[in-house]
């Protein structure tokens, strides 16, 4: 662990012993804790149908392990205590054929860090600590979080989920009203174990001589307008990059046997700070010209609309982006996640100009009398991309079937199998910071368990 890592987690640690402090019992900080230990078995095979950039063929297999610890709250007016998560992952199989990254340790693999001799490294771990303190129903948090908000989200596709650095406020004291705020620091990346890591977007984000900042200020708040209606408000400030104003709309409307889910989500993302005149802030997009690495300029409006009934469910989505730069979300380039409806297991669709179709069929097999398995299906086509070669599109399938053992000795036992396929009229290849996208076709099998101990 880094030491910067550790100085922040040993002030998240003293913010906790401040409480604990006053009161040597601490009745609610033992009573109230929860501990669980979270197993996944993850394998992906990830066969790039063109270019020549090696390697062809990613394959890797790992077993991750995550030790989540929460603590409950000392008694008093104000109440303290502390989270942590531990993460391992464990090489099963990764040759270099299969890893290899001729950018040696500037960039991860797939799944697992990459050694000085580009090969996967055998294990990689990190701990994460949390301070939190509650005054009422107000929680303020600071070291490592998992935020999951339409301007910031973690990302938890691979054996062990992303993590981030900072402080988060949450409040609930108004009925039907969720406020948060916060600030990120530092993050740390699907495939990594450095939790140092500045923050960037696609770009700027090269890890040998990319350009990175310490500070992303968010805040918003969802409000509920009666059972059925959220409606939601964020901003994001990425410094030095961007900064993003969302808005968002959720309605349950009853409609015959079923429910119509809409969703329906704005992004107003502009310039902020050096991303304005400096050439190395730059993000990808389309300038006309020939030109492939401007400033932040970005529209993004999606609808995705859900009926379902007896099991089924049936959604058809519109998105469309405008401005000359693609969508903008703090990326470091080693897998990230946007709150994008079109991000799905291989593509985001979230290229300058792009106009996006989505269809999805899903089906809960508990209607049938198997409870626990399930299936689903996606379909998306993004056209009228803005690129120097011209207007072009793409199209990703995705397919996935799992199945949670529901009751019994291995009550929670869970099998997944996902696959995907992306087409795209990118090119394979291209110059940095011109769109560019290999087709790719895409398998993961995914065991997971998750064994209670507190």
């Known amino acids: ?56 063929k990613q394959e890797e297999w790992g077993q991750g392990f995550m030790l989540n610890y ?16 531990g993460l391992l992952g464990v090489k099963l199989d990764s040759g270099k054929g299969k890893h290899y990254n001729p950018q040696s340790k500037a960039f991860g693999g797939t799944v697992f860090p990459t050694d000085s001799d580009g090969r996967a ?50 409040s609930n004291e108004i009925d039907n009203l969720t406020l948060v705020g916060g600030q990120l620091e530092h993050m740390k ?22 350009q990175f900042t310490n500070k ?19 901003y994001g400030n990425l410094k030095d990059f961007y900064k993003q104003h969302f808005l968002g709309l959720q309605h349950n409307w009853a409609l015959g046997e079923g429910v119509l889910k809409s969703d329906l989500r704005y992004f107003h993302s502009s310039s902020d700070g050096k991303n304005g005149n400096d050439l190395s802030y730059y993000t ?26 007896k099991g089924h469910s049936f959604s058809a989505g519109h998105q469309v982006l405008s401005g000359d730069s693609d969508f903008p979300f ?46 689903q299906t996606i379909y998306l086509r993004g056209d009228n991309i803005d690129t120097a070669y011209g207007s072009q599109s793409e ?25 995907a396929s992306l087409r795209s009229g990118l090119p394979a290849s291209a110059a940095p910071g011109t769109a560019a996208q290999r087709d790719q076709d895409e398998n993961r099998l995914i065991v997971s368990y998750s064994i209670p101990l507190l």
């Open 1 to 56: 662990m880094h030491y910067r890592t550790l100085n922040r987690a040993s002030l998240a640690v003293a913010i906790a012993a401040a409480g604990l402090a006053q009161s040597a019992l601490a009745d609610g900080f033992i009573e109230d804790s929860k501990a669980s230990l979270g197993l996944r078995n993850f394998y992906i095979n990830n066969d790039n149908r063109n270019g020549s950039a090696a390697p062809s």
């Open 121 to 170: 490294v055998d294990d990689f771990s990190s701990l994460g600590l949390t301070g939190k303190a509650k005054v009422s129903a107000t929680e303020l948090r600071y070291g490592t979080l998992q935020p999951k908000l339409p301007v910031v989200t973690y990302n938890d596709g691979r054996l062990l989920p992303q993590t981030f650095s900072g402080g988060q406020i949450t």
């Open 330 to 375: 703090i990326n470091d380039g080693d897998g990230a996640s946007s709150y994008l409806t079109t991000d799905v297991q291989i593509g985001k669709f979230q290229h300058a100009g792009e106009r996006t179709w989505q269809a999805r069929y899903a089906y809960d097999f508990a209607a049938l009398g198997v409870p626990g398995l399930s299936f």
């Open 70 to 85: 929460a603590s409950g709250f000392t008694e008093g007016p104000v109440g303290f205590g502390v989270d942590a998560l």
């Open 395 to 419: 199209w990703e399938r995705d397919i996935s079937l799992g199945y949670v053992i529901p009751d019994g000795n291995l009550k929670g036992l869970g099998f997944a199998w996902k696959n």
């Open 216 to 234: 992303f200020y968010y805040a918003g708040g969802d409000y509920k307008v009666g059972k059925d209606t959220t409606l939601q408000y964020y």
């Open 189 to 210: 990346g699907r495939n990594s174990s450095n939790s140092d890591q500045g923050l960037s977007i696609a770009g700027a984000n090269n890890a040998q001589s990319g």
């Open 284 to 309: 990808t997009g389309y300038y006309g010209n020939g030109i492939t690495k401007g400033k932040v300029d970005n529209r993004a409006f999606s609808g995705l609309f859900t009926y379902s009934i």
